[in-house]
């Protein structure tokens, strides 16, 4: 068998400045390379939504502490869709109660025990939203950390595979020429 270079891409700088290798062209200087003129087949992948990634996580909380963290008449809750805000996780400042001050008894009319009646159940109704956005805020960190250990996971399984490949490449370099 006898070598013919005639099958071999050619070399040549053109008037514009680029050599022309094969069926596309890069710009004469190596570190233009990244910037223009690869062909299509070699482009880097257009950047990916974060929160489009699916990471498979096995974690099932349990339904008991979903229906403690699900508000009433809503739907159930969800802690692989639930975002919570800054504002929502900073933790609250301690507030010291006021003083009671002792109403009379003559004092206690109809008015007194109406705004009593409304303040009790105001008073329930944020202890129960508080106790179910802090149900909600743990079942998330649990959910949180269980996919944090899977990306760490499969973080390690890719840098795994990107040195076998290393590895593969540099007998491939070694055996013939650089690609």
């Known amino acids: 068998?006898?070598?013919?270079?005639?099958?071999?891409?050619?070399?040549?700088?053109?008037?514009?400045?680029?050599?022309?290798?094969?069926?596309f062209a890069l710009p004469a200087h190596p570190l233009?390379?990244?910037?223009?003129?690869l062909p299509s087949?070699?482009?880097?992948p257009s950047p990916m939504d974060p929160t489009a990634i699916h990471?498979?996580?096995?974690?099932?909380?349990?339904?008991?502490?979903?229906?403690?963290?699900?508000e009433a008449g809503k739907e159930m809750f969800d802690?692989?869709?639930c975002k919570f805000s800054?504002?929502?996780l900073k933790p609250q400042p301690m507030i010291r109660k006021a003083r009671k001050v002792l109403i009379p008894e003559d004092l206690k009319d109809d008015k007194y025990w109406a705004r009593r009646r409304k303040n009790n159940l105001a008073a329930k109704r944020s202890r129960y939203a508080r106790r179910v956005k802090e149900n909600q805020i743990a079942i998330r960190a649990a959910f949180l950390e269980k996919e944090n250990s899977a990306l760490r996971q499969e973080l390690v399984d890719l840098r795994k595979e990107l040195g076998r490949i290393k590895n593969i490449l540099a007998k491939h370099e070694a055996q013939h020429s650089p690609l």
């Open 1 to 23: 068998m006898t070598f013919d270079p005639s099958h071999l891409p050619s070399f040549r700088l053109t008037s514009s400045g680029y050599q022309t290798i094969a069926r």
């Open 32 to 37: 233009c390379w990244f910037s223009s003129g």
């Open 41 to 44: 087949s070699r482009d880097t």
């Open 55 to 70: 990471v498979p996580v096995k974690y099932e909380p349990d339904p008991a502490d979903l229906v403690l963290s699900s």
């Open 79 to 81: 802690p692989r869709k």
């Open 86 to 88: 800054d504002e929502e």
